[in-house]
């Protein structure tokens, strides 16, 4: 496996850290005062004209729905490795994947309409995803049951002649709020009574239809995630056209699992930029500070725990860019080890350097007055984001222990000390 980074995704590197010095960095503040502004004035979830402005900007600079590997409605789209350092760059700002229309959950949609959409869905939906024209919003996990295992959704999808109707409670719908969001992916039952994998579906669902209700905003640690959101949402006898179904019923599990794969990658690559992030920030302020009569960087324990960060970020980058690397020759399914032992490695990694920032800074390092707060807030929301770290060690438990088994006819024999 060669890792190198090719002189294309170097000069991308180069440009990106460009614009995030011309354009991100300086305006991080404008992005929550614009936030606030908008609280204040009665409707948190209005769309930042910020973003509106550098959208623009970041397509002129080539650096436009990078995710999307193998799409010719995305030409510019690159591989799982090539995105990789990239995405880790856009990752070191909360908000600043959406400038390049790489933001979850629009990328997963997009990938999941690209794979496992019709002609017909790609055209609706897709191509103004796409173009950056609106957002979408994927809704799978429900309040009443334990979402980490998608079997107990409760979430009914009926046929009803040309139509299904559907009827169910979801929460954690992100970008549900934002009024830019036109269209969910919704996951339910159409069958109870078929084989466990067997008994749900995805179905696309416009925004605006009849007998949909957003019952609230979903706060993280206190932080709701203006403009962008965490909603909860009623459906009511929603009725769309039969046509709008991904695949077909009982293919539900089936795109699930298809969908979460570059997800979960995604989130991943993100985490390792803010915890380059949180390490810059702790170096910097532990160079500034003077405590007991020298500066913090002078003191062994933060020595320690700079060398401790920079060697943890390392190990999870590689390991990023291994399951990227297998995600691109040997397929999602493949690399499914790989998947889960990054989703968590990589929030757990970040956790622990976001963390030792914190301490460095004291009480300001819980405060507004820098990001890291808000990126502990995010990571820790990634241990139980598209999978919780205790199904993902189940799932990488069951793939080691299948190693060793022994095959049918085969004598297991002890190991014994050579002569």
């Keep these: 496996m060669n890792f190198d980074y090719s002189p294309k995704v170097q000069e991308m590197q180069a440009r990106l850290l460009a614009f995030f010095d011309a354009h991100i960095y300086p305006n991080e503040r404008r992005f929550f005062a614009e936030v606030e502004a908008n609280r204040r004035a009665g409707n948190a979830w209005v769309p930042t004209k910020l973003i509106e402005e550098l959208k623009p900007l970041a397509r002129a600079a ?3 729905n990078l995710f999307l590997p193998k799409s010719s409605r995305a030409p510019e789209g690159l591989s799982n490795l090539e995105y990789a350092p990239l995405c880790e760059i856009m990752g070191r700002v909360s908000w600043a994947a959406e400038v390049f229309n790489c933001s979850a959950p629009d990328t997963g949609n997009m990938e999941t309409i690209e794979r496992y959409g019709s002609e017909a869905h790609k055209s609706a939906w897709l191509e103004p995803l796409l173009r950056g024209e609106m957002r979408s919003a994927f809704l799978m996990t429900e309040p009443e049951v334990a979402s980490s295992d998608a079997t107990n959704i409760q979430c009914r999808i009926e046929r009803d002649g040309d139509d299904y109707v559907i009827n169910g409670t979801k929460w954690w719908s992100s970008g549900a709020g934002d009024p830019r969001c036109a269209i969910y992916i919704v996951m339910g ?15 696309l669902v416009p925004a605006n239809t ?11 640690f206190g932080y709701d995630d203006a403009p962008h959101g965490h909603m909860e949402l009623r459906l009511s006898n929603v009725r769309v056209p039969a046509s709008n179904i991904l695949l077909g019923e009982g293919r539900g599990f089936e795109i699930a699992q298809g969908r979460l794969g570059p997800g979960r990658i995604h989130h991943c690559m993100r985490s390792i930029g803010a915890a380059e992030r949180a390490l810059q920030l702790m170096c910097e302020r532990a160079i500034a500070r003077v405590a007991f009569g020298k500066t913090i960087a002078q003191q062994t324990v933060t020595q320690e725990r700079i060398a401790e960060a920079r060697c943890s970020i390392e190990q999870a980058r590689l390991l990023t860019l291994k399951a990227a690397y297998m995600m691109d020759t040997v397929g999602n399914k493949g690399a499914k080890a790989e998947i889960a032992m990054i989703k968590i490695v990589a ?54 222990l299948a190693r060793h088994m022994a095959m049918p006819g085969e004598v297991s024999m002890p190991v014994t000390r050579g002569s």
């Design 210 to 220: 009849p007998g949909i209700t957003v019952l609230r905003p979903l706060s993280v």
């Design 62 to 64: 080539g650096l436009w």
């Design 347 to 400: 929030p757990n990694m970040a956790l622990k350097v976001i963390d030792w920032a914190i301490q460095v800074y004291g009480g300001m390092g819980v405060s507004d007055d820098t990001p890291l707060a808000m990126m502990w807030a995010h990571q820790r929301t990634l241990r139980l984001a598209d999978g919780p770290d205790e199904v993902h060690r189940n799932s990488l438990a069951k793939l080691e």
């Design 189 to 203: 039952k159409t069958n109870p009574e078929a084989g466990r994998h067997e008994q749900q579906a995805m179905v």
